[in-house]
């Protein structure tokens, strides 16, 4: 089955410090992978995707084939930084399988 | 650009009652996606409409909840009888079609009590 995990519920770093949100997916074929952040009292946006290998608002995430993982990343995270962070995989019928979500608080 | 409006914003409603949620999609999009997030999970697919035709519904609940796209553009889903697990936030998404990025609505906080 399609699936994606998030391990971690609640992360919580220092402002400065580096942010990493854990994602692993299991798809035998080619996967295409998203994060979405849901900031407080806004609605879910798309941050990034994996084919566009882009960084947005300094975040970057690699996908790793061999370990089936996607995970997000910050050197230096900002207050502002803090929401709900979700990994989302489309599967082979275009519908997006989504992990439980991870929480980022970031502490002053 | 306009974002895909739903109302409303909440409701609470006893069980056994019906409930509708209504979905505006941004416009120009063909694919149109109804999730339900209950808390401390992330969303699940209920049904995927291509303009008017369903693409994937196999996790709605076809029984109690069912949903309609009938001009291609605007959505209502809709819960009768409604049960207490049913209190989630209802979300609405709209594509230009089935590949590319989705966009989000505020969502329907809905209270079975």
């Known amino acids: 089955a399609q699936r994606v995990t998030q391990p971690e519920k609640l992360l919580s770093v220092f402002k400065g410090a580096p942010v990493e949100l854990k994602c692993n997916y299991s798809y035998s074929g080619s996967p295409e992978l998203f994060w979405y952040v849901q900031y407080s009292r806004q609605r879910l946006q798309l941050l990034l995707r994996?084919?566009?290998?882009?960084s947005i608002k300094g975040f970057t995430a690699d996908l790793n084939k061999g370990e089936t993982s996607f995970h997000l990343k910050k050197p230096f995270a900002q207050e502002e930084d803090s929401a709900m962070y979700y990994c989302?995989?489309?599967?082979?019928?275009?519908?997006?399988?989504w992990g439980a979500g991870t929480k980022l608080i970031i502490k002053p | 650009e306009a974002g895909v409006a739903q109302s409303p914003r909440y409701k609470i409603i006893e069980k056994r009652q019906s409930v509708a949620f209504w979905c505006n999609p941004i416009?120009?999009?063909?694919?149109l996606y109804w999730y339900q997030q209950i808390l401390g999970q992330g969303p699940k697919l209920l049904i995927q409409?291509?303009?008017?035709?369903?693409?994937?519904d196999s996790q709605l609940p076809k029984d109690r909840f069912s949903a309609e796209r009938l001009k291609g553009v605007d959505s209502t889903l809709k819960i009768q009888p409604a049960k207490l697990e049913d209190s989630a936030v209802y979300l609405c998404a709209s594509s230009l079609n089935l590949r590319t990025e989705a966009f989000f609505g505020q969502g329907t906080r809905l209270t079975v009590v």
């Open positions: 989302a995989h489309k599967g082979s019928n275009y519908q997006l399988i």
């Open positions: 409409f291509q303009n008017n035709g369903v693409v994937d």
């Open positions: 994996h084919i566009s290998r882009e």
């Open positions: 416009s120009g999009h063909a694919t």
